[in-house]
């Protein structure tokens, strides 16, 4: 094997142009042999060359195509635009889109941009934003991102207040109520912070744009988090999870904790017009996406198989929370004492 490997390394470099032939003629046999010298040599030859490799390329199987169409976003020269357009006519792949929406002429690209879905649609979108002619399709952008979009470059269009509003209520519902994943948030280690409904991604995207176009609407909006988040920090849930955290090895799970709670409150506290007949349960929305966490000594975990746990306080403002929260599950609650439950 070394032998082989000395005898390759010192073989002389054949003729681009006759490795371009063999790749091409796919009853050459050589095919395979001429496709891994080129890939090889691609980086070191000439930009003339280069574009007859990827043009090429571009005709041959799958995963070549793919490799092709990657190096032209990265090297866009406008020679390319009629082979990426036969391409683009035949084949509505990701690689080729992505292609289209980021390089092709703004004429073609806002003639094809209804083909384009997800990310390809939101690269055009940023392209064509500054032509009228083109109309934005809400239904492929995320709410938060139309926001931005809107905001930084047509702000004459930007929703009005009610609609804004009702943007942010709806991020809220559909991070709250989401089973599959968790929103993207970041809490810090020191036990006075947790998370609420501003600390949830889309949620505060949506909300630094409508602040900078509508701050009357986020301001509405900033009261209503600052009632959710009064709740959250009086909860039981929240003062049982912080008096078990005892160091910082326990950051994700404290961030985990503080994220579910989170969501179960910023639900509760939603108004029931956001709300849809379908959602999950209170329940399920602060235990199932929970890790099962293993019970310990040190510290007491949520019991998956049980209704949400809530401590005992004496205060009149803990205890109104409790009746509330209570009224709205119309579920029993286990009322566990703080003191007698360390261990």
């Known amino acids: 094997m070394k032998q082989k490997s000395l005898q390759y390394n010192g073989r002389r470099n054949r003729p681009i142009a006759t490795l ?7 009853k ?3 095919v395979s042999d001429a496709r891994q010298e080129i890939k090889r040599r691609f980086g070191g030859l000439d930009w003339s060359q280069q574009k007859k490799v990827l043009r090429a390329f571009v005709e041959g199987s799958n995963e070549d195509r793919r490799w092709a169409l990657r190096k032209m976003y990265l090297m866009w020269d406008k020679s390319f635009a009629d082979i ?12 080729c889109a992505l292609v289209v929406a980021g390089r092709m ?5 806002l003639e094809h941009v209804a083909e384009l879905d997800e990310l390809p649609y939101w690269l055009a ?14 239904s492929k952008v995320p709410p ?14 930007f929703p009005p207040s009610d609609e804004c509003l009702g943007i942010l209520f709806g991020l809220v519902h559909d991070c709250c109520t989401n089973l599959n994943q968790l929103p993207l948030v970041e809490v810090f280690i020191h036990d006075e912070l947790f998370a609420g409904p501003m600390n949830m991604e889309e949620v505060a995207h949506a909300y630094w744009s409508i602040r900078q176009h509508r701050p009357d609407t986020a301001s509405a909006f900033e009261l209503w988090c600052k009632q959710v988040n009064h709740v959250i920090e009086t909860s039981e849930e929240h003062e049982l999870m912080t008096c078990r955290l005892d160091d910082y090895d326990d950051l994700f799970w404290f961030n985990e904790e503080n994220v579910h709670i989170a969501c179960k409150y910023a639900y509760l506290l939603l ?12 329940k399920d929305i602060l235990e199932l996406r929970r890790p099962h966490w293993e019970l310990s000594p040190e510290r007491i975990r949520f019991d998956m198989s049980m209704v949400p746990i809530y401590v ?3 205060s009149y403002e803990q205890q109104e929370v409790q009746q509330r929260v209570e009224q709205r599950l119309n579920m029993p609650m286990e009322v566990v004492n703080l003191k007698n439950s360390r261990r």
């Open 20 to 26: 371009i032939r063999w790749y091409s003629d796919k």
């Open 28 to 30: 050459s046999g050589k």
């Open 84 to 95: 990426v357009a036969r391409h683009w006519s035949q084949s509505l792949d990701n690689d």
């Open 105 to 109: 002429p703004e004429a073609y690209l």
């Open 125 to 138: 979108c940023q392209r064509l934003a500054l032509n009228r002619d083109f109309v934005i399709d809400r």
């Open 144 to 157: 938060a991102d139309y926001l931005w979009l809107v905001g930084e470059y047509r702000p004459d269009e």
């Open 271 to 282: 108004d029931d017009k956001y709300k849809k007949p379908d959602d999950p349960s209170v």
């Open 312 to 314: 005992k306080h004496p």
